[in-house]
């Protein structure tokens, strides 16, 4: 069997806790790390951020990974519809 450190390896897991605890610091969020479930939705009925948490998100992502979000990107709705979808999104173009 073989792990995929971008889907399911430790890789994963430990880039979504680091990703998670950024949006909980950035945002004032109060929740803990181990409740920002990977597939949930960040927006709604799930963590409930809005446009402007997801602009403040982009930010300290941008910054922290070496990437670029673009605001007015066709993918942004699929690259923040989930923690998970987030972290693959930044283990692929990450530069730092």
Do not use: W
Not at 11 to 25: D, N, T, Y
Not at 72 to 88: E, G, K, P, V, Y
Request: proline letters at 3%; charged letters at 20%.
């Amino acid at each position: 069997m073989h792990d995929n450190p971008l889907s399911t390896g430790t890789g994963a897991a430990s880039l979504q806790r680091e990703v998670a605890a950024l949006m909980i610091e950035s945002l004032n969020l109060e929740v803990e790390v181990d409740e920002i479930a990977p597939d949930s939705p960040l927006f709604g009925e799930g963590l409930g951020l809005d446009s402007i948490d997801v602009l403040e998100v982009a930010l300290v992502v941008s910054k922290r990974y070496g990437l670029q979000l673009r605001a007015d990107s066709a993918d942004n709705q699929h690259i923040f519809s989930s923690l998970r979808t987030l972290c693959d999104y930044i283990a692929a173009h990450r530069t730092c």
